[in-house]
Every structure is written in C-alpha cells, then in structure tokens.
C-alpha cells in the first residue's frame, strides 16, 4: 500500500442538503484524513478549467452551470491508497448504479448532481490538488 493523496469535491447539492459532516465522516471512516479543506463558490472560469478533460464532451455546458450553482466544499485527502479508496466509497457516477452505502448512492439525486468529485488517478489527482491549493495550504 502506498500514502497518497487526491482532491475531492462536495458538490453544490450536497452542500445545500447541508450533508458536509456525514460526508466527512464517510472519508475519516475509510481512513481517509482530511489535511486541507476550502469552501468556495467557483467561477465559470474556475469551473470550465477545472472540468477542461470533458470540455467537447455533450454534458459539458450542464456540468459547468451546475458546478457554479452554489458554493462547493474542496478538500485534499490523504491515506492509503487515497484516490482508488475515495472511488470506492463515492460509487458509481450515476447514483443509480452506485453501489449500497457509497456516498453517491446515499446522498446523490442524478448523474448530473452527483454530490462528489474525487480524482480518478494519480497524475489527475496531483494537477487537480495543485488547481485548488497552493503549497503553504499544503503540510
Ligand atoms: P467526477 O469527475 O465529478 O468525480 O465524476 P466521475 O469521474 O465519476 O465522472 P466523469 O466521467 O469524470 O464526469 C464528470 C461529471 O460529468 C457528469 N457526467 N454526465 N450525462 C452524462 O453522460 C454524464 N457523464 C458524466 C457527471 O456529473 C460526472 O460527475
Ligand atoms: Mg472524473
């Protein structure tokens, strides 16, 4: 097993359903240790950038507007094996497919407001963590 560490996004439904500490907890229960957290209402710039891999993708447009719709918790998890473990307890991106007890399964409404973003493998995860944060937010 190795330490690493991958960004994760409360997403603006979750947020407004006022479920931030039940998602916490899910990641301190996976072993998963919150070391960097900020919440933010993100530009369509920010958005649009952040999401740029998708950007010729159909759902695009409604990705962006819906990540823009409120503020967003963003955080920086660390732990064994940190992105596949945060995968696992997100389930799958359309909460109808997402297994019993994962985080979107419990917590998400569609696969556009899916409750959570988590980094999809270690080179996303260093780009994605380096987006949000700068070097003195990170130990
Ligand atoms: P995320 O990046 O947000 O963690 O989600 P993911 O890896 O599970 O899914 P990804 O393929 O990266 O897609 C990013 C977000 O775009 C929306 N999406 N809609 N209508 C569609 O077919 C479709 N596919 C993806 C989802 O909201 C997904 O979280
Ligand atoms: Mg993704």
Do not use: C, W
Not at 43 to 58: D, L, N, T, W
Not at 63 to 86: H, R, Y
Not at 88 to 102: H, R, S, Y
């Amino acid at each position: 097993m190795s330490k690493e560490r991958t960004l994760s996004i409360i997403k603006p439904d979750a947020v407004a359903k006022n479920v931030i500490g039940q998602i916490y907890q899910r990641f301190e229960d996976a072993g998963l240790k919150i070391v960097a957290a900020k919440m933010k209402h993100l530009s369509q710039a920010e958005a649009e950038g952040f999401y740029a891999v998708h950007k010729e993708r159909p759902f695009f447009g409604e990705l962006v507007a819906f990540m823009t719709s409120g503020p967003v918790m963003i955080q920086v998890l660390e732990g064994d094996n940190a992105i596949s473990k945060n995968r696992d307890i997100m389930g799958a991106t359309n909460p109808k497919e997402a297994a019993a007890g994962t985080i979107r399964a419990d917590f998400a409404e569609s696969i556009d407001a899916n409750a959570v973003h988590g980094s999809d493998a270690p080179e996303t995860a260093a780009v994605e963590i380096a987006y949000f944060f700068s070097s003195i937010e990170l130990n």
